[in-house]
């Protein structure tokens, strides 16, 4: 294992609706229940553009360092931590495993203190608590897939097989064809689900969405989903992961007799949600069919239970899983990932940190 270097590089934010800062954080000693991983690649996830404009209000904790889900190697560990070693190889998640949590670490750098949370992936180098992470036996084939099991694929196989776990003869309607929309129809089709349909409004992505052989129709704006209503087409299962609560309001409208609408991506905080007919929730009255609206818990996904059954599934499925990443930048670009993302021209971005697991 090569030297610990006393600085590394790491994407910061200081301001929401600004771009993260890419600045030298001091790498910090290690308390109870903390590792240090040299990651080694990470995933854009839609969460973090949330919390960069601001979806859930104000951020009390700027400035703090960025990302939720990667790929790395242990290469230091406090001395209580008996359940890794260094060298492992290691996913990190945000869902939190069975182990004991740490404290959130923080970072000394020259523009003061930076917070962090008790997984942060953005960075040369990360001090991660041991419930944040997942050792793994490495595979050269799925590299480039480790650092979307730390989300994206682990909601959507939670979402799939444990959440909400839809019948075989359900038609399913996906808001919004991003990383977390694309997974969910992935994740159900490899589950033997076959009456999926995404619906996107960027046609960007049209190059990128053909490669999974999932229906996917394009539309500019409401107008196509109002025809659906009209038309009384209906779905028995709808996944939103736009958050757009117009789009939510008009999925509603979608619902089949006993159909359940699932709010996957998060709503602005304070925004308000208008449900049309709301008297088919009520039990007792006769216009009640049994619709449901939910909202998911990251899949229910139990990293200590469920990260071996994910793991294999992916192993037997990942040319097609591997398509979900359509972009890699570097660190020192990784605003350009976030661009790509939020102007719907990319499904999933990695950010590498280093060429190669091989090569750490």
Same mark, same amino acid.
């Given at each position: 294992?090569?030297?610990?270097?006393?600085?590394?590089?790491?994407?910061?934010?200081?301001?929401?609706?600004?771009?993260?800062?890419?600045?030298?954080?001091?790498?910090?000693?290690?308390?109870?229940?903390?590792?240090?991983?040299?990651?080694?690649?990470?995933?854009?996830?839609?969460?973090?553009?949330?919390?960069?404009?601001?979806? #859930?209000?104000? !951020? /009390?904790? &700027?400035?703090?360092?960025? @990302?939720?889900? +990667?790929?790395? *190697?242990? =290469?230091?560990?406090? %001395?209580?931590?008996?359940?890794?070693?260094?060298?492992?190889?290691?996913?990190?998640?945000?869902?939190?495993?069975?182990?004991?949590?740490?404290?959130?670490?923080?970072?000394?750098?020259?523009?003061?203190?930076?917070?962090?949370?008790?997984?942060?992936?953005?960075?040369?180098?990360?001090?991660?608590?041991?419930?944040?992470?997942?050792?793994?036996?490495?595979?050269?084939?799925?590299?480039?897939?480790?650092?979307?099991?730390?989300?994206?694929?682990?909601?959507?196989?939670?979402?799939?097989?444990?959440?909400?776990?839809? #019948?075989?003869? !359900? /038609?399913? &309607?996906?808001?919004?064809? @991003?990383?977390? +929309?694309?997974? *969910?129809? =992935?994740?159900?089709? %490899?589950?033997?689900?076959?009456?999926?349909?995404?619906?996107?409004?960027?046609?960007?992505?049209?190059?990128?969405?053909?490669?999974?052989?999932?229906?996917?129709?394009?539309?500019?704006?409401?107008?196509?989903?109002?025809?659906?209503?009209?038309?009384?087409?209906?779905?028995?299962?709808?996944?939103?992961?736009?958050?757009?609560?117009?789009?939510?309001?008009?999925?509603?409208?979608?619902?089949?007799?006993?159909?359940?609408?699932?709010?996957?991506?998060?709503?602005?905080?304070?925004?308000?949600?208008?449900?049309?007919?709301?008297?088919?929730?009520?039990? &007792?009255?006769?216009?009640?069919?049994?619709?449901?609206?939910?909202?998911?818990?990251?899949?229910?996904?139990?990293?200590?239970?469920?990260?071996?059954?994910?793991?294999?599934?992916?192993?037997?499925?990942?040319?097609?899983?591997?398509?979900?990443?359509?972009?890699?930048?570097?660190?020192?670009?990784?605003?350009?990932?976030?661009?790509?993302?939020?102007?719907?021209?990319?499904?999933?971005?990695?950010?590498?940190?280093?060429?190669?697991?091989?090569?750490?």
């Amino acid at each position: 294992m090569k030297n610990i270097p006393d600085v590394f590089k790491g994407a910061v934010m200081f301001r929401q609706k600004r771009p993260l800062k890419i600045i030298n954080l001091k790498t910090p000693a290690l308390e109870k229940n903390q590792v240090l991983v040299k990651v080694i690649s990470a995933g854009i996830c839609g969460a973090q553009l949330g919390e960069i404009n601001g979806v #859930k209000g104000p !951020d /009390k904790w &700027l400035p703090h360092c960025m @990302g939720h889900e +990667g790929f790395g *190697i242990i =290469v230091k560990k406090n %001395i209580n931590v008996k359940d890794f070693d260094v060298g492992n190889y290691v996913i990190l998640h945000w869902r939190k495993s069975n182990l004991e949590s740490s404290f959130a670490p923080t970072y000394e750098s020259s523009f003061g203190r930076i917070n962090a949370g008790y997984v942060t992936t953005f960075q040369e180098y990360s001090v991660i608590s041991i419930n944040r992470i997942t050792k793994i036996n490495f595979k050269k084939k799925l590299e480039k897939i480790y650092p979307l099991l730390g989300c994206v694929l682990s909601t959507a196989f939670g979402i799939i097989s444990k959440e909400i776990v839809p #019948k075989k003869k !359900d /038609k399913i &309607l996906i808001i919004g064809a @991003g990383g977390v +929309g694309v997974s *969910i129809a =992935v994740m159900a089709k %490899i589950l033997g689900l076959n009456n999926i349909l995404i619906i996107e409004k960027s046609t960007l992505k049209r190059k990128y969405l053909s490669k999974f052989n999932i229906k996917t129709i394009y539309f500019k704006n409401s107008y196509f989903l109002k025809e659906y209503i009209k038309k009384n087409i209906r779905f028995d299962k709808i996944f939103d992961t736009t958050g757009d609560n117009r789009l939510i309001s008009l999925g509603f409208q979608l619902l089949n007799k006993n159909g359940e609408l699932v709010i996957v991506g998060q709503p602005k905080q304070g925004s308000i949600l208008k449900i049309h007919d709301p008297i088919r929730f009520c039990k &007792l009255n006769k216009s009640y069919d049994g619709v449901r609206i939910t909202a998911s818990d990251g899949g229910l996904f139990n990293p200590s239970t469920d990260m071996n059954k994910l793991i294999k599934l992916v192993s037997k499925n990942f040319k097609l899983i591997a398509k979900i990443i359509t972009h890699e930048v570097n660190l020192k670009d990784v605003n350009k990932g976030l661009s790509l993302v939020e102007g719907g021209r990319a499904i999933r971005v990695l950010v590498k940190m280093s060429k190669n697991a091989e090569q750490t």
